[in-house]
T-cell receptor
Framework: GQNIDQPTEMTATEGAIVQINCTYQ??????LFWYQQHAGEAPTFLSY??LDGLEEKGRFSSFLSRSKGYSYLLLKELQMKDSASYLC??????????WGAGTKLIIKP | ETGVTQTPRHLVMGMTNKKSLKCEQH?????MYWYKQSAKKPLELMFV???????ENNSVPSRFSPECPNSSHLFLHLHTLQPEDSALYLC???????????????FGPGTRLTVT
């Protein structure tokens, strides 16, 4: 079967760094997406990885290891507005997204 | 604003009611999606349309009926729902679904549905 695993909840301190992990087992792989979803709002696109390695975009970076079925999202210099759920999704062989249940990130002052 | 709008934002309906959810995208995309989001569960893909043709129906009960009259509009018709259908229903769009091109999806804010 297809499976995406990520922690349910994480807590971090304002100004710190946090890493949100995602492991996956899917039928086919056409890339991995990270989305951010604030409570009561639409998920918004953060990053896309299809090749191994690190993609950096400002305070956010995303890493992929296809051989290990593993990705992480790294958030630096955390701000209160980063409190949200972070969704990991893999695009399968049919170009459909398979989603994890999301990681709720709580930022404390 | 993501360029995808959904109405209504909140809906309470009885099990015998008939209602419809509406989604509109202003991005010039050709693929549209309906998802169900329940608390602490992964997004569940319900229906997919690519160039107005339905390409996916992931074993969704017949009490949910999609309609895609053109590439900009998507509806989800609801009838005789069950309390377990209470959830957030999200609409999304992407440029298209084409082999070799993993386009990102843009989401609307969702309709919070409560079935009583």
């Amino acid at each position: 079967g297809q499976n995406i695993d990520q922690p349910t909840e994480m807590t971090a301190t304002e100004g710190a760094i946090v890493q949100i992990n995602c492991t996956y087992q899917t039928s086919g792989f056409n890339g991995l997406f990270w989305y951010q979803q604030h409570a009561g709002e639409a998920p918004t696109f953060l990053s896309y990885n299809v090749l191994d390695g690190l993609e950096e975009k400002g305070r956010f970076s995303s890493f992929l290891s296809r051989s290990k079925g593993y990705s992480y999202l790294l958030l630096k210099e955390l701000q209160m507005k980063d409190s949200a759920s972070y969704l990991c999704a893999v695009m399968d062989s049919n170009y459909q997204l398979i989603w994890g249940a999301g990681t709720k990130l709580i930022i404390k002052p | 604003e993501t360029g995808v709008t959904q109405t209504p934002r909140h809906l309470v309906m009885g099990m015998t009611n008939k209602k419809s959810l509406k989604c509109e995208q202003h991005l010039g995309h050709n693929a549209m999606y309906w998802y169900k989001q329940s608390a602490k569960k992964p997004l569940e893909l319900m229906f997919v349309y690519n160039f107005k043709e339905q390409t996916e129906n992931n074993s969704v009960p017949s009490r949910f009926s999609p309609e895609c009259p053109n590439s900009s509009h998507l509806f989800l018709h609801l009838h005789t729902l069950q309390p377990e259908d209470s959830a957030l229903y999200l609409c999304a769009s992407s440029q298209e679904i084409a082999g070799g091109n993993p386009y990102e999806q843009y989401f609307g804010p969702g309709t919070r549905l409560t079935v009583t």
